[in-house]
């Protein structure tokens, strides 16, 4: 496809979808090199996030999604006041970086980590697609999995893993033994399962 | 937990107020003791954090949200205080030192969750100004349900107005465990021999049949019948026990109405 054409396409690609594309995911659709992909969004960026249109295309979870600018959001709300209810508490942000950074896990041990019971949270955070439940442990009981959902990434604004610090920086005299890794497959992920 | 001034635990020679948010559970207030004891995490002293814990949890015993998990913190650091004051050499001594290992672990754990938790708290108010076409659904993560019983209340009376009005209870028929004793009583009394089968014909329904079983067992239990059965499924013959039937008391034996349906 010749690189006018691309942008075009990718435009509207990134507008129906009203979520993030990943970069492999618009390079299969229409026919592309990641490569070129890369090149016409950059080129959109430059039209898009000069600051004189409403809307701006940024790098959410592994891939890309057309925003709304944060000077528009009062307007936003009055014409949907829903969109401005999400509200995060305290022990919801501790659930999601328990599952963030040990996904997948299983309600117990979320559970074991905090010391208190989880259940509340983790029923809302389902509820707001925050995360999703992804198979079965192969345990006693088999206890259902849990994962970061791609809502996750729009919500905090994290464009990939390096976006946040990795276990081992997280408090400065971590001197433990195991550092579990941030799943690094899990943004890259769930950009390309959404459609 | 609500918010906590001075939890009065006297923290050396200053005695100052301390103010935390909130401490999330046993962990959180474990970090927060330590913290404030300057402890070493990797060498806590087990003695000194044991006392000051129980005496936070004695004094704020109805502030806390889940005792229970406070509980088994409390018990499992009396576990290994009294663990490590036995010699060396021995086996619940060397334990004591793997649970407390144990415990820092946990403690560290806890400390990184709790980091990444204020970075997702700030990230999270940094973007609250950007949407996306496909926003989720919002449904407020700070309260357990953003509907209020009156609110629930006055959707249903407005679904009830819009037309959904042909509401109507359901009745059946009522046989109550009290009526079918009575009626047992004043038929043993003249001291015929019933079958079940029998009693059973005259109100062949699920719920009569239901009655009469628990009526004729209440009456077992109350030493006033005895039951006979041959061989299974024959028919069942309820006897009269004499001395009791003659009594005065049967009369008055049906009391504490539904109450029957639970002890019989």
């Not at chain 2, 209020?148 to 009005?165: N, P, Q, Y």
């Not at chain 2, 359901?170 to 009626?183: A, L």
């Not at chain 2, 028919?235 to 009594?247: E, H, N, R, T």
């Amino acid at each position: 496809m010749e690189t006018a054409e691309l942008k075009k396409t990718i435009e509207a690609l990134l507008f129906i979808s009203g979520k993030a594309i990943s970069k492999d995911r618009i390079a299969t659709v229409t026919d592309s090199r990641p490569v070129a992909v890369e090149d016409a969004i950059n080129e959109l960026k430059l039209e898009w996030n000069s600051g004189r249109h409403g809307v701006f295309i940024e790098e959410i979870g592994g891939g890309w999604q057309i925003s709304t600018r944060p000077e528009c959001a009062d307007y936003i709300i009055k014409l949907y006041p829903w969109k401005g209810v999400l509200r995060l508490s305290p022990s919801a942000a501790e659930v999601l970086s328990i599952i963030l950074y040990k996904q997948p896990v299983t309600k117990a041990q979320i559970n074991e980590i905090r010391g208190v019971d989880s259940q509340a949270s983790v029923a809302t955070l389902l509820k707001n697609s925050l995360i999703k439940y992804s198979g079965r442990k192969k345990a006693p009981g088999n206890p259902r999995l849990i994962r970061i959902s791609e809502n996750f990434y729009h919500i905090f604004g994290i464009r990939d893993i390096s976006d946040i610090p990795s276990w081992k920086d997280l408090a400065e005299d971590s001197r433990s033994a195991e550092e579990p890794e941030i799943d690094e497959t899990a943004a890259e992920e769930t950009a390309q399962e959404d459609e | 937990m609500k918010k906590v001034v001075n939890p009065g635990i006297p923290v050396g020679a200053k005695d100052y107020f301390v103010k935390i948010d909130v401490f999330e559970g046993p962990l959180d207030l474990l970090l927060w003791l330590i913290q404030n004891n300057n402890m070493d995490i990797y060498d806590i002293e087990i003695s000194k954090i044991t006392s000051q814990y129980l005496a936070f949890i004695n004094t704020h015993e109805f502030d806390i949200d889940s005792p229970a998990e406070f509980l088994a913190m409390a018990s499992l650091l009396i576990r290994i205080k009294s663990s490590l004051m036995l010699p060396k050499e021995t086996e619940e001594h060397q334990l004591a030192l793997d649970e407390k290992r144990a415990l820092t672990e946990k403690l560290l754990e806890w400390k990184k969750i709790k980091a990444s938790r204020e970075i997702l708290l700030s990230k999270f108010r940094e973007r609250k100004n950007l949407f996306r076409r496909d926003e989720p659904a919002a449904i407020e993560l700070e309260k357990k349900s953003a509907l209020s019983v009156f609110e629930l209340a006055d959707i249903f009376g407005r679904i009830i107005k819009k037309g959904f009005h042909k509401f109507e209870e359901i009745t059946g028929p009522e046989i109550y465990i009290e009526d079918v004793i009575k009626e047992l009583l004043e038929r043993i009394r003249s001291g015929e021999e019933l079958k079940f089968s029998q009693l059973a014909f005259q109100n062949p329904t699920k719920l009569y049949v239901a009655v009469l079983v628990l009526a004729v067992l209440e009456l077992t239990n109350k030493k006033l019948v005895t039951i006979k059965q041959a061989r299974p499924f024959t028919d069942i013959y309820i006897k009269p026990v004499l001395s009791a039937v003659s009594g005065k008391n049967i009369t008055e034996q049906p009391s504490g109405g539904e109450s029957f349906y639970g002890n019989g």
